[in-house]
């Protein structure tokens, strides 16, 4: 029997209050990565099975209404920067495509709007404010913070929520200053109000294999109305469009209207922004300029990769892992050379020019046929493998899934599949952060990965690895030298460069390496060595020592004073432990 006493009643009133809290830093986040700190904090105390200790007042980890309102707080993200120096302020707005967004000064009239105010407000350049469809108290008190923002007599950001006289529901408007030389002071004002860019029905036809009324559906929940609103406007009775909203979740392989609404976004995204790939690595002194090989594939993708070392020499596949790190310092890459070593980086489906999968592919699957695949091409019958971390279930799996290709396999810095909420709990915070909320919350992964990598953006990659692994001394030691930070930075170009973000990679890498994939480990027949670090932010000594007798056929060993780096503080270590597996 359900409680209904004062202790429940008091839990479900703080409940409801957490809740609020967490709606608060979603926006918060969506509005300014930076504040991504505040978020993670907020969450860790307030939603289950995240904390340690008592849980009645913790929010469930799967919260339809956080979901919800996390598929409006993604329309912030990665859409525009709050100042520019790159031209005049119309430029802000060719940014936005797809949110309603204007300038103004807080005067009687808009400044100038994008395509998507236009369509979702019916105002243009010139025309006032009053026409916007808010109550005119509402545009009294938005002109009234546009003044203040544009001037600096307020906080730089500011959130509004209003209600829209048009839809009846709720808008949310952020205003931020512009830099600019006009005069009086300009104000950035982004909503959330959305619209479809012209053609994007063909898109999601296609796409989804919808038909024209699905699309419709579509096209009506993702622009925020009520299935009531829509089925009046159809002239269908509200019962016909939940069946047909039943149909569009199958269709979309997706579990409610908030996953559908980030479906949707998403691939607006990849239609409104070019897919730009990773150009050729550049020459970052010590390491040398190196060419993309690619292949296309039978479903149709291209698959990329490198090589370095002896082009002659015994072929060693090396494992990238997430964060795409697909060079070695200069030292490292000459002695492969001097060693007799073939070194082999395929980038992995989703990163760089590589393309993603198919929705539907299972990821560890796809992703070891693709190493299969540019073993082949090459003509390569028998290879070791170096994996960094959570890479160690795609070199397991390929020994698997072909028999005789695998000679051996070293892990460095390696992730074994996780038992316990302990386990994670033993986290540094932001990969527990990350890692945590992809088994327990997949669906609220993508936007957490999407400010993630906002956030790398806005601090540069230097600055964000030393706030995502400051919790250990030794990674930071490392990372300060000056050849393993070329080596990452040039590295991890395939992951996040000037023209590319790969969070959605990021986020099938992270929902694969948290299943539980020990059936795996205890099938391999190979040898494999690990090497392990003792201040690994992501995997502890602990927890290592812990999975140990559930694996007693692998080989650990601890590297004193290594992290998640540990390949690039040791790699003469790795590559002795690697000569063994080599076919020579």
């Known amino acids: 029997m359900k409680e ?123 025309a006032p404010i009053s026409a916007l469809p808010l109550d005119a108290e509402d545009i009294t008190t938005l002109r009234s913070v546009i003044r203040k923002v544009a001037a600096g007599r307020a906080e730089k950001v500011i959130t509004l929520r209003i209600r829209s006289t048009l839809t009846g529901g709720p808008v949310i408007m952020r205003v931020s200053p512009v830099e600019s030389a006009e005069k009086p002071p300009l104000a950035l004002v982004l909503s959330t109000e959305l619209v479809w860019p012209e053609g994007f029905e063909v898109t999601v036809q296609e796409a989804f294999d919808l038909t024209a009324a699905e699309v419709e559906i579509v096209r009506s929940i993702t622009l925020g109305l009520p299935l009531k609103d829509i089925a009046e406007a159809r002239g269908r009775s509200l019962e016909t469009v939940r069946t047909q909203v039943r149909s569009i979740l199958a269709k979309t392989e997706t579990h409610g209207q908030s996953e559908l609404v980030r479906v949707v976004l998403g691939l607006m995204d990849v239609s409104l922004i070019p897919s730009v790939g990773a150009d050729p690595l550049p020459r970052q002194g010590g390491l040398d300029d190196l060419p993309f090989h690619s292949l296309h594939l039978p479903d149709g993708r291209r698959l990329t990769w490198i090589e370095f070392g002896d082009p002659a020499g015994a072929p060693l596949l090396y494992m990238h892992l997430d964060y795409g790190l697909i060079r070695w310092t200069a030292t490292a890459e000459r002695q492969a050379r001097a060693r007799g070593i073939r070194v082999i980086v395929p980038v992995r489906a989703g990163y760089g020019r590589s393309d993603l999968h198919a929705r539907g592919v299972d990821h560890l699957t796809g992703c070891t046929e693709d190493y299969a695949a540019v073993l082949e091409h090459l003509g390569v019958t028998s290879v070791a493998i170096l994996a960094l971390g959570a890479d160690l279930r795609f ?70 690895f030393a706030k995502v692994n400051g919790g250990s001394p030794a990674d930071m030691e490392t990372f300060a030298r000056a050849d393993v930070r070329e080596a990452v930075l040039a590295g991890s170009e395939v992951t996040l460069g000037p023209k590319l973000s790969v969070h959605e990679a990021f986020t099938r890498e992270c929902i694969s390496s948290e299943k539980d994939w020990s059936g795996i480990v205890r099938a391999c027949v190979v040898p494999v060595v690990l090497l392990q670090g003792d201040q690994d932010p992501q995997t502890p000594m602990q927890t290592i020592r812990e999975l140990m007798g559930d694996f007693p056929h692998l080989q650990i060993s601890f590297v004193p004073h290594t992290g998640q780096l540990l390949f690039f503080a040791a790699w003469q270590q790795a590559l002795a432990a690697l000569e063994p597996f080599l076919p020579r």
């Not at 904390?51 to 329309?75: L, Y």
Request: proline share 6%.
């Open 395 to 464: 070199a397991i799996n390929l020994s698997l899934l072909r028999p005789g290709l695998v000679r051996g396999i070293v892990g460095c810095a390696a992730q074994l599949p996780l038992r316990t909420a302990a386990q994670y709990d033993r986290m540094d915070k932001w990969q527990r952060f990350i890692l945590a909320n992809a088994r327990y919350a997949p669906r609220v992964l993508p936007f957490l990965v999407q400010a993630g990598f906002s956030l790398a953006r806005r601090l540069g990659k230097e600055a964000f």
């Open 4 to 126: 209904t006493g004062p202790k429940n009643q008091t839990a479900q009133i703080v409940a409801r209050d957490h809740r609020a809290e967490i709606v608060d830093r979603l926006y918060d986040v969506a509005l300014d990565p930076i504040r991504l700190d505040e978020l993670l904090e907020v969450w860790e105390g307030r939603v289950a099975p995240l904390r340690v200790g008592p849980v009645e007042t913790a929010i469930p980890i799967e919260d339809p209404e956080i979901e919800a309102h996390i598929g409006r707080a993604r329309v912030f993200l990665d859409r525009f920067e709050a100042t520019r120096e790159d031209g005049g302020y119309r430029s802000i707005l060719a940014d936005i495509p797809r949110a309603a967004a204007f300038i103004s000064n807080g005067g009687s009239t808009v400044a100038a709007c994008n395509r998507a105010a236009a369509q979702a407000f019916g105002i243009a350049e010139g």
